[in-house]
């Protein structure tokens, strides 16, 4: 009886790893699934409807000469989240298409050259996809760089982006250059589609962070 439970573990087990292993295809398709070729109707087609949706704004205040002050907010995308498999979508406001693939933490993903959230860290993703310049001025990837969401000292939240050509690596946290970055952990892991954005809004484009 023992023996049996053994080898129905142990084909579990296989069975998930090679999922595991296959769902990222050349770091850029998933389920069939990619950034600037697939639309949100592809998504509902593959994943079904989404459990909630998160809109994605931009926000501007002024201060007018003649007095009072101005606030807008403009809608430019939006996360169709799917929360038991720990992805969400990113999708265009105006042109419908899916802009970004997000794997959080309880995502069952691995990348093409086996990274996985909060199984491999930064030191992982360099030796699997290139070193890092430090120095370099410009924000083209691939580089590492800070991000933070929120206003006010409450609300926000800071992330350390690892960034490569068409694949970011995220970990929750700030990045602190003397303190080194190889032991952060990888958190969440982006598909971003570099090269293939003009189908996008611009008013998307100009929103989205600065790794893509």
């Given amino acids: ?27 850029t398709l998933f389920r069939r699934l990619q950034v600037y070729k697939s639309t949100i109707s592809d ?4 994943m079904g409807i989404p459990d ?3 809109e994605i704004a931009t ?4 201060h007018l000469s003649g007095g009072g002050d ?18 969400q979508f990113e999708i265009d406001q105006e042109t419908k298409q899916l802009t970004k693939i ?5 995502a069952f993903v691995m990348t093409a050259k086996g990274i996985q ?17 430090l120095n370099k001025s410009t924000n083209t990837p691939p580089n590492i760089q800070g991000w933070v969401t929120g206003r006010g000292t409450d609300n926000k939240r800071y992330y350390t982006l690892l960034c490569y050509w068409g694949i970011t690596f995220v970990s929750y946290g700030r990045w602190n250059m003397a303190e080194g970055f190889s032991s952060k952990q990888v ?5 971003v589609g570099y090269g293939t954005a003009p189908a996008a809004s611009e008013a998307t484009r100009a929103a989205r962070h600065r790794c893509n």
Avoid: H
């Fill in 1 to 27: 009886m023992l023996r049996y439970i053994l080898v129905i573990s142990l084909v579990i087990l296989n069975s998930l790893t090679a999922e595991a292993q296959t769902v990222i295809q050349c770091d």
């Fill in 117 to 133: 959230p909060t199984k491999s860290n930064f030191a992982d993703v360099i030796q699997a996809y290139g070193l890092i310049d």
């Fill in 102 to 106: 997000v794997f959080q933490p309880n």
């Fill in 187 to 191: 958190d969440e892991i982006w598909l």
């Fill in 70 to 87: 101005r606030y807008k907010r403009t809608v430019t995308a939006y996360y169709a989240n799917y929360t038991k498999e720990g992805i």
């Fill in 43 to 46: 998504v509902i087609t593959v």
């Fill in 52 to 54: 909630s949706k998160e």
């Fill in 59 to 62: 926000e501007m205040f002024a």
